[in-house]
Nanobody, 117 residues
Framework: QVQLVESGGGLVQAGGSLRLSCAASASISGPNTMGWYRQAPGKQRELVATTTSSGGTNYADSVKGRFSISRDNAKNTVYLQMNSLKPEDTAVYYC???????????WGQGTQVTVSS
């Protein structure tokens, strides 16, 4: 069992920046994909960005050029740097880990990001 703990959310004005962190309770150096998803009120959870253990990254079109995902395997942590934030980025952001050997998905408890206009 792996626990994921997100931090770094908060209230920020439009145009501002936040950096989210997700700390895993176990090693993330094995074959896996880690990512950030978000869910706004009344909407479905959507992918924001993912990073694989082999170095690949993927971003939702809505955040390309503004958000950057990275990982530090030594610290078992994945980050989401969010710049040029917009009110439509307001959501609960969830960390996700999928281990390739069993395709099991772990989720964090979420962290709230609120962007004021």
């Amino acid at each position: 069992q792996v626990q994921l703990v997100e931090s770094g959310g908060g209230l920020v004005q439009a145009g501002g920046s936040l950096r989210l962190s997700c700390a895993a309770s176990a090693s993330i150096s094995g074959p896996n994909t880690m990512g950030w998803y978000r869910q706004a009120p009344g909407k479905q959870r959507e992918l924001v960005a993912t990073t694989t253990s082999s170095g690949g990254t993927n971003y939702a079109d809505s955040v390309k050029g503004r958000f950057s995902i990275s990982r530090d395997n030594a610290k078992n942590t994945v980050y989401l740097q969010m710049n040029s934030l917009k009110p439509e980025d307001t959501a609960v952001y969830y960390c996700n880990l999928v281990r390739w050997f069993n395709n099991y998905a772990y989720w964090g408890q979420g962290t709230q990001v609120t962007v004021s206009s």
